[in-house]
């Protein structure tokens, strides 16, 4: 069974300083990888996806995320971290039958400092 | 704008009661979900539906049930037989195409 996982349960990043969060998954075959964002109280907003092509994909609000088979990651990355960019964030993998089949890690929560 | 809207925002039931949770979504889109969100977890899926008039369910359908008579509505019912029914619920849906999920502000239940 496929599975997804985020070591990291909060973050504090400086506001300016860089960002990565970390996704491992565990899936048999080439996965459909997500970047979700959710702010408190609100629903999940996706930053970016990658189902196959370039290993390095951009998303909105600046973020990019690079797919690493033989690590079986997806870290999401971000050069300069804004106070707005305080939030959940959410991996997740799927797989090309639909998304009945998508499973979301637990996701880790940045906080960002003056 | 096109969207999904679930409604109430925050609901509060007393143990024993039934509760329904709205979602509605002019996308035009044909599948729909609904997923429990619980601190430190990530979704977890409770029934979807790929087509008016049927649905499926998810790894956690006990104690819910759902209908899919249109289109554009999925809503959810919370019965007295889920034990533990205090969480965030959101609804999502997604097109034809199916390469992305897009979710409601989602509906906070809250049962005293």
């Known amino acids: 069974a496929q599975s997804v996982t985020q070591p990291d349960i909060h973050i504090t990043v400086s506001e300016g300083a860089s960002l990565e969060l970390r996704c491992n998954y565990s899936y048999g075959a080439t996965p459909y990888l997500f970047w979700y964002v959710q702010s408190p109280g609100q629903g999940l907003q996706l930053l970016l996806k990658y189902f196959s092509g370039d290993t390095l994909v951009q998303g909105i609000k600046g973020f990019e995320a690079e797919f690493k088979r033989s690590q079986s990651s997806f870290n999401l990355r971000k050069p300069s971290v804004h106070w707005s960019d305080a939030a959940e964030y959410f991996c997740a993998v799927g797989r090309n039958t639909g998304f009945q089949k998508l499973v979301f890690g637990t996701g880790t929560r940045l906080l960002v400092s003056p | 704008d096109g969207g999904i809207t679930q409604s109430p925002k925050y609901l509060f039931r007393k143990e024993g009661q039934n509760v329904t949770l709205s979602c509605e979504q002019n996308l035009n889109h044909d599948a729909m979900y609904w997923y429990r969100q619980d601190p430190g977890q990530g979704l977890r899926l409770i029934y979807y539906s790929q087509i008016v008039n049927d649905f499926q369910k998810g790894d956690i359908a006990e104690g819910y049930s759902v209908s899919r008579e249109k289109k554009e509505s999925f809503p959810l019912t919370v019965t007295s037989a889920q034990k533990n029914p205090t969480a965030f619920y959101l609804c999502?849906?997604?097109?034809?195409?199916?390469?992305?999920?897009?979710f409601g502000e989602g509906s906070r239940l809250t049962v005293l």
């Open positions: 999502a849906s997604t097109g034809a195409e199916g390469r992305e999920l897009f």
